[in-house]
């Protein structure tokens, strides 16, 4: 499936902060479909680059240039946080509280959202307060209001940061499908093994540079840039 | 300690046999304070939210009065309402002086910004949380207002509480706006005196003791609320 919201081009993108840099300058092109990995070090600029991407942050340099009108194109992406922003409202509002903000009916909603939070594994929580779920169910709540809009393109910050094993496994299949479903996902990970299982395309940052975009095959058998080579080595990159 | 063991009694047979000018007083009393709380709360609470997620030049010194007019002294407010509500006035011609009106419009001068304030400081934590989420979700201001109103209910209802109980409790400003006319214009708290220099202490001990009651319930209230607040119940 097409994305009417792709090719996204990226061009000279710059953050600064306090009068330092802390991102770019990034050019990129997120195209096709599947899942690009962010990599890089703590502090390498991962969650910033999305944060930008997404409209979150003001960028200070450059363009973001989407092939819609950009108020168009902001409704077709959603966006996952790592640490995910519950409402103090029951799991199905939380889910259906994107369709409300569409303007449907609590109803249509709620029917909706029930269904979505039975595939992902939450229908025995729906009339539960989002606060009292577990930090695995809590992420799959926050994937399946982000999925809910069936947006075209998902941006995702280390959302299996701080889950075990289990909770992992289950967000992954939950990416997979989504990604099967034609959605194309943007996801920042520091997790080696998470990006060799998910990952099309590896976007390595470095200092805040984007260091190599590359096919997933090809970044982890022969990376470009040598910052790569050490991440993946496992040597310490300052 | 007879005098006060004959009021106290005094006082017990009138609430028990629903005295009806201690039920008139409590009743105008709960009339005028409840619709006072709400028409603070209509007012106080959105415009409490809306500071917290406006950004605008001066913005800082708008919450500061605000915060400062949560001290505002109830006679200066009884004393300017009753200059614009005069004969004389500017709205002398509505004829509100010494009735319920007045009395409702003073105490919402005086609780209004102490419901703002705390809404302020109660929806301002709950935008710091909320606040990427809801800009992701492309949620309009007046959405992002409903959202943060609804999902701070119980805070702002414990800012609707704490208004309530200054409103019961209000002396200054309704001593002088409504006139304090007995059988038409007396409420709970500014009751007590005259009683008391009528020397009935029975009717100013049980009017005191609603009051405290109704104290005691606001707490309660307050208390019930942060409960549910703790186990997220709604």
């Not at chain 1, 080579?229 to 496992?234: E, I, S, T, V, W």
């Amino acid at each position: 499936m097409v994305s009417a919201l792709l090719p996204v081009e990226v061009e000279g993108l710059m953050l600064r902060r306090g009068g330092r840099a802390i991102l770019g300058p990034v050019s990129a092109r997120i195209e096709g479909a599947g899942i690009t990995i962010v990599m890089g070090p703590n502090g390498a600029g991962k969650s910033s680059l999305l944060r930008a991407l997404h409209g979150l942050e003001r960028i200070s340099a450059g363009t973001i240039r989407w092939p819609l009108p950009e108020p168009e194109a902001r409704q077709r992406q959603a966006f996952v946080f790592q640490q995910p922003t519950l409402l103090r409202r029951s799991v199905l509002d939380n889910i259906a509280y994107p369709l409300r903000l569409r303007g449907q009916s609590q109803a249509e909603a709620r029917a909706r959202a029930e269904a979505l939070a039975r595939e992902v594994g939450l229908g025995a929580h729906l009339s539960r307060p989002a606060q009292v779920l577990s930090g695995g169910e809590r992420q799959k709540l926050a994937l399946a209001r982000a999925m809910i809009l069936s947006p075209d393109l998902l941006f995702l910050d280390e959302p299996c940061a701080n889950l075990d094993p289990h909770a992992t496994r289950d967000i992954e299949a939950l990416l997979m499908a989504a990604r099967d479903r034609g959605t194309r996902l943007i996801m920042a990970t520091h997790d080696l093994g998470q990006a060799r299982r998910l990952a099309d395309e590896v976007w390595f940052l470095h200092q805040g540079r984007l260091c190599e975009a590359t096919p997933a095959h090809e970044f982890f058998t022969r990376a470009r840039s040598a910052e790569a080579q050490a991440h993946l080595r496992g040597d310490l990159i300052p | 300690m007879d005098r006060l063991w004959l009021g106290v009694t005094e006082a017990v047979r009138l609430l028990i046999t629903l005295d009806p000018a201690l039920v008139e007083i409590t009743a105008l009393s709960l009339r005028v304070t409840l619709t006072g709380t709400l028409i603070a709360a209509a007012i106080g609470l959105p415009l409490g939210a809306w500071l917290a997620i406006s950004r605008f030049p001066m913005r800082r010194t708008v919450i500061a009065v605000i915060n400062a007019l949560m001290g505002l002294p109830p006679v200066v407010v009884g004393l300017v309402v009753y200059v614009i509500l005069s004969r004389a006035g500017p709205l002398g011609v509505l004829g509100l002086l010494f009735t319920p009106t007045a009395m409702i419009i003073a105490q919402v001068i005086i609780i209004t910004p102490i419901l703002t304030s705390i809404a302020h400081q109660a929806i301002r934590e709950l935008w710091a949380d909320y606040h990427d989420l809801l800009i992701s979700l492309n949620a309009t201001r007046g959405q992002r207002i409903a959202t943060l109103l609804w999902d701070g209910r119980r805070s702002l209802m414990t800012a609707a509480l704490a208004g309530f109980g200054r409103a019961i409790g209000e002396v200054g400003a309704i001593m002088i706006v409504g006139g304090n006319i007995d059988h038409a214009r007396r409420v709970l708290a500014h009751a007590i005196a005259p009683e008391t220099g009528k020397g009935e202490f029975g009717m100013a001990l049980a009017l005191g003791f609603i009051l405290i009651g109704l104290a005691i319930a606001v707490n309660l209230g307050v208390h019930a609320l942060s409960r549910t607040e703790r186990g997220s119940r709604w």
